[in-house]
């Protein structure tokens, strides 16, 4: 049985894995090839701030299939200790699942507060792998996302 619980453990560890990273540097595949329009600026600010993604349901739904599949082993061919098994798994493991999925969805960011070359005043979050610093000159793109980089 211990093998088991490993390995259920191990399954919706490996949904941490599927989970995808958004950074500023990071595209979807639909964002390829679209044109997309540009200002620069200079950061006259910034903050960190919490990114809350919501919650999408596939982690509980993920746990409960794979808790219930290995908690209905639990019962030495006995159905009714089977089935228990199989619902008591499926509940403590949508719990780890939706758990896992809502750890995955919490991460940092920064908010910049960028003057526009226009004058205009806007605010874009994201994450700071460039840097950026308060005074720094960047370019602003506004495409799928809005996203700040370096103006060389």
Do not use: K, W
Not at 17 to 25: H, K, S
Not at 71 to 87: E, L, T
Not at 96 to 115: D, M, P, Q
């Amino acid at each position: 049985m211990p093998c088991r619980a490993a390995l259920v453990l191990a399954l919706l560890g490996g949904l941490a894995a599927c989970a995808p990273t958004n950074t500023n540097t990071t595209y979807s595949a639909g964002e390829i090839g679209r044109a997309a329009t540009m200002s620069t600026g200079v950061i006259m600010s910034m903050r960190p701030v919490t990114v809350q993604a919501q919650n999408t349901g596939i982690g509980a739904v993920s746990g409960a299939v794979v808790g219930g599949t290995a908690g209905s082993f639990i019962g030495r061919n006995n159905v009714a200790a089977n089935v228990m098994g199989a619902v008591g798994g499926a509940v403590v493991g949508g719990l780890v699942g939706n758990a896992v999925e809502g750890g995955l969805g919490t991460g940092s960011a920064i908010e910049f507060i960028i003057r526009q070359d226009n004058g205009q005043a806007i605010s874009v979050v994201q994450t700071n792998e460039e840097a950026f610093r308060p005074g720094d000159r960047v370019v602003i793109t506004f495409g799928a996302r809005t996203r700040i980089a370096h103006a060389y």
